[in-house]
T-cell receptor, first 112, second 111 residues
Framework: DAGVIQSPRHEVTEMGQEVTLRCKPISGHNSLFWYRQTMMRGLELLIYFNNNVPIDDSGMPEDRFSAKMPNASFSTLKIQPSEPRDSAVYFC??????????FGQGTRLTVV | LAKTTQPISMDSYEGQEVNITCSHNNIATNDYITWYQQFPSQGPRFIIQGYKTKVTNEVASLFIPADRKSSTLSLPRVSLSDTAVYYCLVESNFGNEKLTFGTGTRLTIIP
């Protein structure tokens, strides 16, 4: 398996624009997590899914953020409209029960 | 979910054995202890997981005492490439739960 695949690797966008981040989890994994990492706030859990169902989205900062998992092999995190304070590295991770989480390479988002 | 406490930072010289201890006083019967390693500009990487006593793999060893209220990650003969942030997490074997990372331990290896 190629591991967790995220796209794009880098995204630069202007304030107010819509941003969509994509994630393909490891085949067979039943949990998917979206994280955001900044120097100031560390690694924050935004939302996680189990069997494609959102279980806890309490970490989603505002209504501007939304996430979907239409099937077991794909998830998106959308920010609309984007703001400069959304600039961060966004990670997607997947896991199977208690066997540890595996992370993608991340998407570095810069909102100018 | 059990809260974990670990040192914010540690320094060590190359070739030394490094031990990072994590406290998890409220660990539940069904919880496992998992350690992750994160290099700059990369996502965290799973390195080792254990339930009790000792677990060893090609990267590290994990020591867990009988009361399971703490655990120690041991890195043998560290090199400069072991400089990273190390996170200790407690995970339920039921799965289906949020994985929350703390601040981790920033390990710096000195030549």
């Amino acid at each position: 398996d190629a591991g967790v695949i995220q796209s794009p690797r880098h995204e630069v966008t202007e304030m107010g624009q819509e941003v969509t981040l994509r994630c393909k989890p490891i085949s067979g994994h039943n949990s998917l997590f979206w994280y955001r990492q900044t120097m100031m706030r560390g690694l924050e859990l935004l939302i996680y899914f189990n069997n494609n169902v959102p279980i806890d989205d309490s970490g989603m900062p505002e209504d501007r953020f939304s996430a979907k998992m239409p099937n077991a092999s794909f998830s998106t995190l959308k920010i609309q409209p984007s703001e400069p304070r959304d600039s961060a590295v966004y990670f997607c991770a997947s896991s199977l029960r208690d066997r540890g989480a595996f992370f993608g390479q991340g998407t570095r988002l810069t909102v100018v | 979910l059990a809260k974990t406490t670990q040192p914010i930072s540690m320094d060590s010289y190359e070739g030394q054995e490094v031990n990072i201890t994590c406290s998890h006083n409220n660990i539940a019967t069904n919880d496992y202890i998992t350690w992750y390693q994160q290099f700059p500009s990369q996502g965290p990487r799973f390195i080792i997981q254990g339930y009790k006593t000792k677990v060893t793999n090609e990267v590290a060893s994990l020591f867990i005492p009988a009361d399971r209220k703490s655990s120690t990650l041991s890195l043998p003969r560290v090199s400069l490439s072991d400089t990273a942030v190390y996170y200790c997490l407690v995970e339920s074997n039921f799965g289906n739960e949020k994985l929350t990372f703390g601040t981790g331990t920033r390990l710096t290896i000195i030549p």
